[in-house]
């Protein structure tokens, strides 16, 4: 509905419309009225320039008639206990106002049997029944009891089945057990202190009322409570369900623990059937989730959310909006119609025109972590064989071991070991593995006293001839096997890795439609009819939603958002994306439920994980000893050396190159530095007494011991520069100067440091990423071995979205994610819908995507030094040094409808890259080229907001050009003709909190 400035009231004078408000009357039992819930949305109801609350004092509606209540325009009236619905269901026909909730179906909800009977109508799922009604004459009724079931009107309930009184209104419901698990029976009733039920040895059924018998449903002892405020918004949240063991359970502040759940778009259609099947706006209601079913046990009627504030927030602004929008016309208030959650998602894109938001793909470094650390030793001993024996390392040739139990094994093998070699004799010939990396793996395994939550694992490696020889000179004896044991540890995300998560996940809400300015209260009138795309693109800062990216929440609450969070088997990148989704959709408590509940782990398949199938592409061992054979050269880089180092002209390294000039003094300064820090460090230990406390407790012991093993790895017997540990060294030196600052900062070591940090900074800009492949064929075979898996679901999640009709070989989870016909009658447009995938990996997968992005001829080699734009993009991610924690490369599509599919008019794909968090010592980055007309993220953004751009190339394509986006990167991309209708731009923004 639009109004326009024909309409007669628009045309009325100010003054007349001053004033004139819509009063909304409530009227119910106090103690539902002066509840926190109802006073939370009240007062934000009153915020709306145009309405005006009235309660109904408990005293009116008991003593006064209905002629004598207050007058109001619209009524929100609830029955409880005590509450007259006779009385207010007589006053709304004499007033007629409008009313939110339906009164005549309250009386529906208050008896089970009708409840059933209206959810069985509507085609809504529910659990196996059968009602006794010992209401009707006993020769109607059939009731027979046996010892594991009972006999319903013929229909048989084998136990463990639920009996549910047919008064809504009695919560004394039983569940009954088989005799093979123990018997006996549940005893639900309402919350009493923290008990909701308690196990009773009763095993018969009770004799006198009627009852509802139905199936028990395993749900993994959750229940899921579902709130919808009109027929387009659900809210969720699971509990811990009664059945379980009867303890509430209560969170430090003494409420019950609610878990986060995220509902199918079948799920969010059951909650838009219940809502309109019983006519009530407010409406809660009960999901049980078993064997895939998704089933309705219970409604409600009306009832809030508690302690939820973006429930608050979304269910004043949906019922301001609905009431504003049945009443302004009438009552001639000047209000326009803002968006509708049922409308589909529609954005100004970087090229200013308005399309559909279609499609999210983020692919996100995990956060900040603690040093990663690892040690090799080459094993001879039966016990190490026996171990990769049992463990089948011989079908594969390599184990991984990370439970506890096979760690503890490892552990102990360890200690026999040591124990065996300080005895001497015999047996000490035996053991050829070294005592000292025995105490090594030994100490590293004891470390914290218990294996739970701890990143640490060992990989035994078959070595059918021994370990290999490091120099081609040793002569090739015949070796006898061996296995290589690699000991990692440390990599734990950080405190400061999870606050970058979550914040991160706030302002990524911002990447959707929907700012507050176009759902909050409404927005000001236009003097002229508009449709609703000329209308979002003409409102101030209209299309983002700023710091709280409202938008994207109230999109996930409608059927339109199909969200998947996806991360790796690492620890850190599990939680990394829990914290992600705990800010993304403004979750509270603990990150644990949110991770069981929300991340799904993708170690399948080669995915996101680093144990992929580029191990087996030579490319990657041949250009590592290229590069490091070439950085172990004592001399001044010539102009052929830079050549080939950096063959790709990559400005961030040939900027590196330039200041390390000769890389084995580079190197030999930094070893003098690192002995210097070595020295220093238990000075400064025994200055402070061990008082000052290291970040995330680290022990002054472990850190010497990380400093004295990098010095000892960097510079070995052999005399040469071990090039391959320049990434651990930048990774202790970046992780020192940042979170151990204040104990260093002012002592002898802090100047150490800060030169270490530089130099190390440097040689690293040009090792890690030239790992990755020095020329531009290297760079795309080795990025195809790691991250071809993930180039392929990328393709899939962007063609999903294109393709009308329903796909020949859709995977069956994702079909619950997209809205079934049959449950979509009075959708408007239900095929639309907005489907976010976030991937969490690490550092490999985001260097190899980016490799494929920039050099897999996105645009035609051609075309580039015409494509000003094109040529800027990539200009921008050659400056770009270090993808460091939190690097996101984002995929968004967009589609205009009204254009036809074949048209270069139709899609529209922007690629966001942001190289992630700052680090404490910043570095020289330009900020992205480029612009998001009227975006809010650069007045507010995050505190401190990072020194990193994020760029944006926006593309301009048909359908068969979205379906070829993510084809194989082709070493030599052809030319074509659809290069020239690309249009590329870009954006800034502070989107990251910074590294501090």
């Known amino acids: ?308 504030r973006k429930y608050y927030d979304d269910c004043s602004n949906i019922l301001g909006n609905m009431i504003l929008r049945e009443l302004a016309p009438t009552l001639h208030i000047p209000w326009t119609i803002p968006f509708q959650l049922d409308d589909p998602p529609i954005v100004p894109t970087t090229v200013g025109k308005m399309m559909e938001l279609r499609c999210v793909v983020a692919v996100v470094r995990h956060g900040d972590r603690t040093p990663k ?204 994306a829990a914290a992600f989704a705990k800010g993304l959709l403004a979750l509270e408590g603990e990150l644990t439920p949110i991770l069981v509940q929300m991340v799904k782990s993708a170690n399948t398949n080669g995915l996101l994980d680093n144990d992929c199938d580029s191990s087996k592409y030579q490319t990657l061992t041949r250009v590592k000893a290229k590069l490091h054979e070439m950085l172990q050269r004592d001399h001044e880089f010539s102009q052929e050396d830079e050549e080939l180092l950096n063959p790709c002209n990559k400005i961030s390294i040939a900027k590196a190159l330039r200041f390390i000039r000769n890389p084995v003094k580079c190197c030999g300064y930094v070893y003098d530095l690192i002995q210097e820090l070595n020295v220093l460090i238990p000075q400064i230990q025994e200055e402070n007494g061990g008082k000052q406390v290291l970040y995330h407790a680290e022990t002054w012991d472990l850190m010497a011991r990380r400093w004295g093993k990098l010095e000892k790895d960097f510079l070995p017997k052999t005399g040469v520069y071990d090039i391959s540990k320049i990434p651990d060294i930048y990774d202790c030196i970046k992780y020192d100067v940042e979170h151990n600052r204040s104990v260093l900062e002012n002592t002898d070591a802090w100047k150490v440091v800060v030169e270490l940090y530089t130099n190390v900074q440097n040689l690293a800009d040009v090792v890690i990423p030239q790992e990755y492949g020095m020329t531009r064929a290297e760079k795309l075979t080795i990025a195809q071995g790691i991250c071809t898996p993930l180039l392929k679901k990328i393709k899939a999640d962007l063609q999903r979205n294109i393709e009308d009709g329903e796909e020949k070989c859709e995977e069956e989870e994702d079909t619950v994610h997209r809205l079934n016909p049959r449950y979509s009658s009075g959708v408007s447009s239900p095929g639309r819908h907005v489907r976010t995938r976030l991937y969490f990996t690490s550092e490999s997968h985001i260097h190899s995507l980016l490799t494929v992005l920039t050099h897999g001829g996105l645009v035609d080699i051609e075309m580039q030094g015409q494509d000003e734009q094109w040529r800027r993009a990539l200009e921008y991610v050659s400056l770009v040094s270090e993808l460091n924690y939190m690097t996101q490369i984002v995929i968004m599509l967009y589609e205009d409808p009204t254009k036809e599919s074949t048209s270069d008019e139709r899609f529209h794909v922007e690629l966001h890259f942001s190289p992630g968090v700052n680090c404490c010592v910043q570095k020289d980055l330009p900020p992205g080229p480029g612009f998001r007309p009227h975006s809010r993220n650069h007045e507010q953004g995050a505190p401190n907001p990072p020194n990193s751009g994020e760029l944006i190339c926006s593309i301009k394509c048909s359908e068969k050009q979205v379906n070829a986006f993510f084809s194989k990167p082709q070493p030599v991309p052809k030319s074509t003709a659809e290069a020239s209708n690309r249009k590329i731009s870009f954006r800034t923004g502070g989107a990251l909190p910074s590294f501090q």
């Open 1 to 308: 509905m639009e109004f326009s400035s024909e309409n007669t009231w628009m045309d009325l004078e100010q003054e007349e419309t001053e004033g004139k408000q819509v009063i909304v009357g409530v009227c119910a039992m106090e103690k539902k009225t002066l509840s926190k819930p109802m006073k939370e949305i009240l007062t934000r109801l009153e915020e709306f320039e145009y309405i005006k609350t009235c309660i109904f004092t408990e005293k009116v509606i008991l003593e006064e008639p209905v002629e004598k209540w207050p007058l109001c325009d619209c009524l929100i009236s609830f029955h409880s206990k005590g509450f007259p619905l006779e009385k207010s269901i007589t006053y709304a026909n004499l007033r007629k106002p409008l009313v939110i909730n339906n009164l005549e179906s309250q009386f529906a909800i208050q008896d089970r049997r009708e409840v059933y009977r209206i959810l069985s109508t509507a085609g809504i799922d529910l659990p196996r029944h059968a009602v006794l009604d010992r209401d009707l004459p006993p020769e109607e009724t059939n009731f027979e009891e046996q010892d594991d079931s009972v006999v319903v009107n013929g229909v048989v309930f084998n136990k463990p089945f639920v009996e549910k009184p047919v008064d809504a209104e009695d919560h004394n419901i039983i569940i009954y057990y088989p005799a093979s698990a123990g018997g006996g029976s549940q005893r639900l009733f309402r919350k009493i202190g923290s008990r909701s039920s308690v196990y009773s040895p009763e095993s018969n059924v009770r004799r006198a009322g009627s009852f509802i018998y139905e199936d028990f449903m395993a749900t993994d002892g959750t229940d899921v409570k579902v709130y919808t405020v009109g027929p387009d918004y659900a809210h969720a949240e699971a509990r811990k369900s009664p059945a379980l063991d009867g303890k509430v359970e209560r969170n430090s502040e003494g409420k019950e623990v609610r878990y986060p759940v995220i509902l199918s778009n079948k799920e969010k259609l059951i909650a838009r059937k219940v809502c309109m099947a019983f006519n009530q706006t407010v409406c809660g209601f009960d999901l049980l989730r078993a064997n895939g079913r998704s089933c309705v046990c219970d409604v409600n009627g009306f009832s809030f959310v508690k302690n939820s």
């Open 373 to 576: 650390q690892k040690m090799k030793l080459e094993v001879k001993h039966p016990m190490f064989f026996d171990l990769f024996k049992r463990m089948n390392g011989y079908k594969v040739n390599h184990v991984k071991l990370k439970k506890p139990k096979h760690l503890q094994e490892v552990l102990d093998i360890a200690r026999f070991l040591i124990t065996e070699i300080e005895k001497g004799g015999s047996s000490n010939e035996v053991i050829e593995e070294k005592k000292s990396k025995l105490d090594q793996v030994r100490y590293i395994l004891e470390m914290y006293g218990h294996f739970s939550g701890i990143n640490r694992k060992v990989q035994l490696k078959y070595q059918p001839k021994g370990r290999p020889k490091s120099t081609s000179s040793e002569e090739e004896a015949l070796k006898e096997p061996s296995l290589l044991l690699v000991l990692k540890w440390g990599g734990e995300l950080t405190p400061t890795g999870r606050v970058q998560a979550e914040e991160l996940g706030k302002v990524f809400r911002c990447m959707y439609p929907g700012g507050q300015d176009l759902l909050i209260g409404g927005v000001p009138a236009h003097e002229t009819q508009v449709d609703r795309y000329t209308r979002a693109a003409s409102l101030p800062n209209g299309e983002y939603a700023g710091t709280q990216g409202l938008g994207l929440l109230r999109l996930h609450s409608t059927y339109r958002h199909d969200l998947k969070i996806y991360a790796s088997d690492e620890g850190r990148v599990q939680m990394t």
